[in-house]
């Protein structure tokens, strides 16, 4: 293993409540490689786009589609990936190390249900979908998405397993090989996408099933990899010590759910909450509406870092609260102040250099000039969604997932009525910009108040991170010798 990665596993475990400083590195220690993690994913889809660019626009559409629905496909997923993070998380931390295979076993079963409903399901339905996403099916864009679902359906088997093996993973305090696997699948599509989208030499030319194919074979290679690496990982766990027995798989299954459902509802939400923007812009021409892509598109590289503060925050949140110890204020203040600053300075870029940055993506002086207004009003909207997203990172690590979901819910029926009323005022477009800012300072608001009750409250362990045995057990664990969060960390040595 190496030095790296090292570091990385024994991050969580580098501070002790009321150590700000030490909290802000155990944070960036942690979210910086999740971030280079999600940047990779927009990577992947940037290099598909740009090879299939030369088959024509239909190629583009077709590929543009096929992304909208692995992402919504993520969001199915994510329930399984987020819940392993937290019971690994939460298991390792009190040393109870008889329930990492169970907590395996739990997310392994829960791919196995999911995964044939999805793959199996989406190839059979594949003309179908496509027809609902671009339309009938006479068009060429229809005929490539459905060449190209035909194999990216079965391939969602691979994007799911690895989805869940990161999420194992990074339970353990190590977000750096998730990282770098994702690294290594780029790569590899890099090399593959020209060579199978054109065909060289006495490979066939593919047009865009190429790309999927290319994307399957990284991703593949990849999952081989982290597989091998989860395997050694769990063998340490388990031979660590004399470990006691853990739950039944059903009851750990349980768990997941209750920790993933919800994340996965947050994540869908927003999605939809997004795709409905779309539609209140488009009555404002194609000027607006390029700047709403093209602002979406760049917003990605800013909400990216905090998602990644997110997650560091919950895995951190997980691995003190299964020790036994309560460091969720420091922990969420800390993620707080590094999501905001990260924010503002990203979102006064852009309000600065909006024209200019627009203009990089097209000429046409409508959508330029559309550009640099909605990215002015970007700012204050990027701030507050800092805070709020950087915030829930503590609700999911310590076992209260739901209040996500309450709080994505909450800004919906807030944004959305605020988005169409303001947009028949004189504002127009702006009063669309502006219910952005509102409906999210509705979230902050909202989050503040479920953190303020969370923390005055003590942050009570009981059951931790949706974990199995909770203080009690975690408690027991040290009065028998176990360390805590110090020695789950030993997983990680040779």
């Not at 909208?68 to 997923?77: A, D, P, Q, S």
């Not at 829960?110 to 099916?137: E, M, Q, S």
């Not at 290319?214 to 063998?235: I, Q």
Request: charged fraction near 15%.
């Amino acid at each position: 293993m190496s030095p790296g990665t090292k570091r990385s596993a024994q991050a969580p475990a580098a501070f002790e409540p009321g150590a700000p400083a030490a909290t802000r590195r155990a944070l960036l220690g942690l979210g910086v490689p999740v971030y280079g993690e999600l940047l990779s994913g927009v990577v992947a889809g940037i290099i598909d786009t740009l090879w299939v660019a030369r088959l024509g626009e239909a190629a583009v559409g077709a590929v543009a589609v096929a992304s909208t629905v692995e992402n919504v496909l993520l969001g199915v997923i994510l329930m399984a990936g987020t819940g392993a993070t937290m019971l690994m998380a939460d298991a390792l931390g009190a040393g109870r190390r008889g329930e990492v295979p169970v907590v395996v076993r739990a997310v392994a079963v829960l791919w196995l249900v999911i995964t044939p409903v999805v793959t199996v399901g989406g190839f059979l339905l594949r003309d179908r979908v496509a027809t609902l996403l671009v339309g009938g099916g006479e068009g060429e864009v229809h005929r490539l998405a459905v060449a190209f679902f035909a194999v990216s359906f079965p391939g969602m088997a691979v994007f799911f397993a690895q989805n869940v093996v990161d999420g194992l993973i990074k339970g353990t305090g190590d977000t750096r090989t998730p990282m770098r696997m994702a690294l290594l699948a780029n790569g590899i599509v890099l090399v593959l996408d020209p060579l199978l989208i054109y065909g060289v030499g006495p490979l066939p030319r593919l047009g865009v099933q190429g790309a999927a194919f290319a994307t399957l074979a990284g991703r593949a290679v990849a999952l081989a990899v982290s597989l091998v690496f989860l395997r050694r990982v769990l063998g340490r766990a388990a031979g660590a010590q004399r470990a006691a027995p853990g739950p039944r798989t059903a009851t750990v299954l349980r768990r997941v759910l209750r920790i993933g459902l919800p994340v996965s509802g947050d994540f869908v939400l927003r999605m939809g909450m997004s795709a409905a923007l779309v539609g209140i812009v488009a009555r404002f021409g194609a000027g607006p509406l390029a700047a709403y892509g093209v602002g979406s598109k760049v917003m990605l590289l800013v909400t990216m870092a905090c998602y990644a503060f997110r997650q560091a925050a919950a895995i951190l949140t997980a691995r003190t609260r299964g020790a036994g110890r309560s460091a969720a204020w420091l922990i969420g203040r800390q993620s707080l102040l590094l999501a905001t600053a990260t924010a503002f300075g990203a979102g006064l870029f852009l309000a600065l250099g909006g024209r200019r940055l627009t203009r990089l993506f097209t000429g046409e002086p409508a959508a330029v000039d559309a550009g640099a207004v909605f990215f002015r009003w970007l700012l204050p909207y990027l701030v507050l969604l800092a805070g709020v997203v950087a915030l829930g990172g503590v609700f999911m690590g310590a076992g209260r997932p739901r209040a996500l979901l309450a709080v994505t819910a909450f800004g919906a029926c807030v944004q959305m009525p605020l988005a169409y009323g303001l947009s028949l005022t004189a504002l127009g477009v702006r009063g669309v910009w502006l219910s952005m800012s509102l409906g999210t300072g509705a979230q902050y608001a909202l989050t503040w108040v479920f953190f303020r009750r969370l923390t005055r409250a003590g942050a009570p362990c009981e059951g931790g991170a949706g974990g199995v045995r909770g203080a009690g057990a975690a408690g027991e664990s040290g009065r028998r010798g176990g360390t805590g969060a110090g020695e789950a960390v030993d997983v990680h040595k040779r």
